[in-house]
């Protein structure tokens, strides 16, 4: 690969800027390059199975966070925090009834 003139006076110009260094030319053209190398290394297109799995640890993150929501908000009277209420929440109807 190699860079253009325009882009090597850009990346002189702009390491210029945020390094307060003036860099000869074949230095720009060797950082340049190597900038360019480790965006193709580290730039990869997400595939659609990695996507479809991003998209679903969304979804599922986003659902328990209402659950969580929905079950704070309905056993106020047994647990504020809801931490093993135990009684008979009609969110965890697994749990066995128990009196007060």
């Known amino acids: 690969m190699k860079l253009s003139k325009q882009a090597i006076k850009e990346f002189k110009e702009i ?9 000869p030319y074949k230095e720009a053209n060797e ?9 193709k290394i580290i730039y ?3 595939s659609k199975g990695e996507k479809m799995k991003k998209e679903t640890r ?15 908000e309905n ?10 209420c135990g009684f008979n929440c009609p969110l965890e109807p697994w749990k066995p009834k128990r009196h007060r």
């Open 15 to 23: 390491y210029q800027e945020e390094f307060g260094i003036d860099i």
């Open 58 to 72: 969304a979804r599922i993150y986003t659902e328990l966070k209402a659950l969580k929501k929905a079950i704070k």
């Open 44 to 46: 990869q297109p997400i």
């Open 75 to 84: 056993c106020k009277d047994c647990d504020p925090e809801h931490i093993g």
């Open 31 to 39: 950082l340049g390059l190597n900038l360019l190398n480790l965006f």
